[in-house]
């Protein structure tokens, strides 16, 4: 824009130039919830917010744990604390996010994130177990679960380190079956399990079965005198 001042003697002054930018989009955000996971064992959350927009970035912003927002806006800030919905119920949760630029433009965008509070729950059993007892020390070793959380297991025959173990994948559908060796000695053998979860939650688990790995038709009977 350009503007003149002209007095009453007619004297007109030098141009003044003001500049404006046209501005009639929202600026472009992403949400992300603890850096873009898809499960959190707390409903207490940092919320990260992505801008593309040099021009003219968010000034304000509206956090709400449904589609409608209250009127009290917050100051911009790239990450923000916050409290998911139903704290106490696990489950998917969304979180909504409103942006306001200098234009005045107003964005939304959402994110969700699982809420798994609850280590997963599986089982440990091995074949051609009879009365607790099996007869080889190559034991096949299944890790079941019911528990859609449920990723990894894995199988040893020590006491495992759950937080560090290496692990296999593991799902409802797809039970964990493997083949390990236990110690070539008769006697009750506990083979151990980890089993780990969407959310990094682990649960620890045990199977204590005998081992009689002899052939009883091996052994001969010797009789004094014969």
């Known amino acids: 824009l350009w503007a003149w001042i002209k007095d009453r003697a007619g004297n007109v002054s030098e141009p003044a130039r003001l500049l404006l930018g046209l501005d009639t989009s929202p600026s472009t955000v992403t949400l992300r919830i603890n850096g873009g996971a898809s499960h959190t064992q707390t409903a207490d959350v940092l919320l990260q917010v992505d801008v593309d927009d040099a ?55 959402a994110a969700t994130i699982v809420l798994d509070t609850v280590p997963p729950v599986a089982t440990l059993s ?17 890790v079941t679960t019911q528990d859609p959380s449920a990723v990894a297991a894995t199988v040893g025959v020590v006491p495992l380190d759950c937080a560090g173990a290496a692990y296999a994948p593991l799902a409802i559908a797809a039970p964990l079956v493997t083949t390990i060796e236990l110690p070539m000695e008769e006697g009750w053998q506990t083979i151990f399990a980890c089993v ?5 939650w682990t649960t620890s688990l045990a199977h204590t079965t005998y081992l009689d790995p002899f052939d009883p038709a091996a052994t001969q009977l010797l009789v004094p005198g014969n």
């Open 126 to 142: 091995v074949a051609a177990e009879q009365d607790d007892t099996i007869f080889q020390a190559a034991a096949e070793v299944t």
């Open 196 to 200: 780990k979860d969407a959310a990094g």
């Open 55 to 109: 021009t003219d970035p968010p000034e304000a912003i509206w956090i709400s744990n449904s589609a409608t927002f209250g009127t009290q806006a917050l100051a911009f800030a790239p990450q923000l604390t916050h409290v998911l919905d139903s704290a106490s119920v696990d489950g998917t949760k969304t979180v909504y996010l409103r942006t306001e630029d200098r234009a005045g433009n107003l964005g939304d965008t």
